[in-house]
């Protein structure tokens, strides 16, 4: 679905919302850039080696999810915004994980996802925006951020220049 090709007072539907391929790609490579959670603990069940250091059972290891989001074995250039990605059956399991996986992967994915696409299709619809800080520096805490965090101008459509 074209969300620029939708009239003024329609409404959206489930089953725009399921054609919303492309706009979900850009939202999965945008969560891929900066992941809603940074990670999770977990506890080492057996002892076992990692880079070359001991890792006793028992001990609680943090998982960062930007080491698996960056990595170039799954994701080539992995700085690079490209929606393109996630076409087709997208990145390998277990190398895209914003909602975890497996048994404790988040049960409100589906939910978050719809969330997301309504909010995406609404935004573009209404408004457009203007950044007041042309080309920020985006600085690497635990997550990739806006330095001046992203200062914009909104305008519904029709009013304002950009």
């Known amino acids: 679905m074209m969300i620029a090709k939708c009239k003024q007072d329609e409404l959206l539907t489930w089953e725009d919302v399921e054609k919303m391929k492309y706009s979900w790609n850009v939202a999965r490579e945008s969560i891929r850039l900066a992941p809603p959670g940074q990670g999770a603990f977990r506890e080492a069940l057996t002892d076992f080696k990692y880079a070359g250091f001991t890792i006793p059972k028992g001990w609680k290891i943090f998982w960062n999810v930007?080491?698996?989001?960056?990595?170039?074995?799954?994701?080539?250039?992995?700085?690079?915004?490209?929606?393109?990605?996630?076409?087709?059956?997208?990145?390998?399991?277990?190398?895209f994980v914003p909602f975890g996986g497996g048994p404790r992967m988040c049960p409100g994915k589906e939910y978050a996802r719809l969330e997301i696409l309504v909010f995406m299709h609404n935004f573009v619809k209404n408004f457009r925006l203007k950044t007041l800080i042309p080309n920020e520096k985006i600085i690497y805490r635990s997550t990739p951020v806006p330095e001046k965090g992203l200062p914009v101008h909104l305008y519904p459509h029709g009013q304002g220049r950009i």
Request: aromatic share 16%.
């Open 66 to 95: 930007n080491t698996t989001h960056n990595d170039p074995k799954y994701f080539p250039d992995p700085e690079k915004f490209d929606p393109s990605r996630f076409e087709g059956s997208g990145p390998v399991p277990y190398a």
